[in-house]
């Protein structure tokens, strides 16, 4: 009976086989698995709920309920950067458990982006809005979103077209770096150079090179990485948000920040095998989870931040991690579950609820920060 049990994958047959071995019979696999499929049908739910709240049914129209500075780009639909962190979440979905399931969606999402897509601005580029009209602001951060979007999407339908438009924004990428003092800006305006237009970069940058072995996008992923570590990473491991004109650092402390250094890090040491750049996100990991927690672990707010920063823990804890790692991970995703989430299986902007009532309008953004972290949950699960 046990051995027939054990005739699945090559990871349940390991599992089983350990087990016996240690004398613990398949019960524990068996709540292992039972533990891992509960934290993934968390994570589908909440991407389910996300797209029957904010979907309405065509490739670019998520309704536009984001708060705050994204106010200033009016119409009905939500802006790249919200359709492109709901791909995101698809895609961290679509990678577990059961996931297959959600391809289509997948794909949905990925071709759609197409939308923002201004073919006609110099350089090309995604713009904020479908049909942004001459002279658009782009933003290189949005962009690096996009790219990483569209590689993830490579990797799970294999779909080389997927690659070819993500090579096209990290061209796009190399047109905001500043040939003087380096770093990325985080507009075409050209003002600050940021922390989210560099670590996302510095991460699509990697996932070109794994996927074509271009020298070229592993130097400049280096090039960016070493630049943000020298400007905005103080010493103890935090990461500001960046760094004005007269070379002053300015903004708050924000979890995406850090996870996108972190990210950047664990994939350069992979492609590099250079501990530094492992120890270098760790440090970052250390102090996040030291201080920018609140007192019940929750993640300091906002929540779709927190989306990002858990897509890149993920990305360390399967690289070694740092202690308290996994279960910070799966804290904040039952923080969120039980007391951040509106009886329509919505969630608010910090985990640490209360839960919101029903008539709340919720940013869409924060769906995505929720489903991400679920996600994180489950994929660390073990």
Known sequence: ???RMAAGSGRRR?????ALVAGVGVGIGAA???AKAAAAARAHSALNSMQAAYYRGKAVEYANTSSGSATRWQGPYAYLWGYSWALAAAEDVAGLPGGRAELPLVRTLANGLQGFWDAGANPPAYAPTVSPGAGATKYFDDNAWVGLDLVGAWRLTHNP?????AEAVLAYERTGWDQAVGGIYWNDRRLTRNACSNGPVAELAVRLYQATHQAGDLRFAERIYAWEKKTLVLSSGFVADNVNAAGMLQGGAWTYNQGTFIGAGVLLYRVTGRRTYLADARKTAEYVLHHMVQSDGAFVPQAEFNGVLADNLVLLARAGGVPGLRAALRRNAQLAWTHD?????LFGSN??????QPSTLLPQLAQTGAVRTLAAAAAVTR
């Open 1 to 3: 009976m046990q051995l």
């Open 14 to 18: 390991l599992w089983f086989a350990l």
């Open 32 to 34: 292992y698995y039972q």
């Open 161 to 165: 077209v997927y690659l070819r438009r």
């Open 341 to 345: 989430r509106s009886a329509q299986g």
């Open 351 to 356: 985990w640490a609820g209360p839960a919101p």
